[in-house]
Antibody, heavy 117, light 107 residues
Framework: EVQLVESGGGLVKPGGSLRLSCAAS????????MNWVRQAPGKGLEWVSF????????YYADSVQGRFTISRDSAKNSLYLQMNSLRAEDTAVYYC??????????WGKGTTVTVSS | AIQLTQSPSSLSASVGDRVTITCRAS??????LAWYQKKTGKAPKLLMY???RLESGVPSRFSGSGSGTDFTLTISSLQPEDFATYYC?????????FGQGTKVEIK
């Protein structure tokens, strides 16, 4: 079964850091580009970051550029999001999603990040 | 960044109704558009890709059309399980962007 499972969310103070992980299974992870997408409480979906299959191409939303770092480890079938200098507006459910043809065809169930003092 | 504007933001409809949601891009994106269904507490689900191609396993009552800047998602006969929020997303360039969502509620 094709599956993505996020972990690493939690409560963190403003200015703090958190590292999210996404474990992939059921498909050849190294063949696929990957993304992080988030949804703040009561808000819509917001694309956060993209990483190509070989890690050669990386893109970020303006809202996280310079604070978040996406990476992957194909040996561990895992995707990561290092989040630094966290702000209240980063509070959201974070989803990892597989990129297929540009659309996102497989999603994890999400991990919740709360930034609050 | 390309902006996607969905309309309406919400709608009320009955089971069996035909429902149409539109998504307008601030600049041309060819057919690089996807549609997703989002239910509370669940992960988004891909419905359509390349504007008009139905994702495998998605019921045929869903259809999509459009290219360039104007796109539509149509549900031909609304079913109880279709009450959800729908989002369009462009993948023509970065940053990827989503529309603000259209909430489909029970009338």
């Amino acid at each position: 079964e094709v599956q993505l499972v996020e972990s690493g969310g939690g409560l963190v103070k403003p200015g703090g850091s958190l590292r999210l992980s996404c474990a992939a299974s059921g498909f050849t992870f190294s063949n696929y580009d990957m993304n992080w997408v988030r949804q703040a409480p009561g808000k819509g979906l917001e694309w956060v970051s993209f990483i190509s299959s070989s890690s050669s191409y990386i893109y970020y939303a303006d809202s996280v550029q310079g604070r978040f770092t996406i990476s992957r480890d194909s040996a561990k079938n895992s995707l990561y999001l290092q989040m630094n200098s966290l702000r209240a507006e980063d509070t959201a459910v974070y989803y990892c999603a597989r990129d297929w043809r540009g659309d996102l065809d497989v999603w994890g169930k999400g991990t919740t990040v709360t930034v609050s003092s | 960044a390309i902006q996607l504007t969905q309309s309406p933001s919400s709608l009320s409809a009955s089971v069996g109704d035909r429902v149409t949601i539109t998504c307008r891009a601030s600049q041309g994106i060819s057919s690089a558009l996807a549609w997703y269904q989002k239910k509370t507490g669940k992960a988004p689900k891909l419905l359509m890709y390349d504007a008009s191609r139905l994702e495998s396993g998605v019921p045929s009552r869903f259809s999509g059309s459009g290219s360039g800047t104007d796109f539509t998602l149509t549900i031909s006969s609304l079913q109880p399980e279709d009450f959800a929020t729908y989002y369009c997303q462009q993948f023509n360039n970065y940053p990827r962007t989503f529309g603000q969502g259209t909430k489909v509620e029970i009338k």
